[in-house]
């Protein structure tokens, strides 16, 4: 079994800066990527990063503030967020996509609260 928890969440003011981490544990696995996704309230959860073999894309509302990195391409991601806004307030988790065959077995964290206030 794999076991992705996610740290780094917390409160900040508008135009401030988080740093996210995700880290692996449990059986040994290997990710073909890994992403961030996050949850406005009593909405489904949207992908918003993800780097796969060093390639990143992002969703348009988080692109040149957000970045992720995946050091090493080992099984541990940051996400870096920069210049907040309200809006970004969410649930943020973090995802490891694993290919066996022709399957893929998506693996979650439980979510990190961000909240941006003054």
Request: with cysteine; charged share 20%; proline share 4%.
């Amino acid at each position: 079994q794999v076991q992705l928890v996610e740290s780094g969440g917390g409160l900040v003011h508008p135009g401030g800066s988080l740093k996210l981490s995700c880290r692996t544990s449990g059986d040994p696995v290997s990710f073909t990527s890994m992403a961030w996704w996050r949850r406005f309230p009593d909405t489904p959860r949207v992908m918003i990063a993800r780097i796969t073999d060093g390639a990143t894309e992002y969703a348009a509302d988080v692109k040149g503030r957000f970045t992720i990195s995946r050091p090493n391409a080992d099984n541990t991601v940051y996400l870096q967020m920069d210049n907040l806004k309200r809006e970004d307030t969410a649930v943020y988790f973090c995802n490891g996509d694993e290919t066996r065959g022709n399957i893929i077995y998506h693996n979650w964290g439980e979510g990190t609260q961000v909240t941006v206030s003054s």
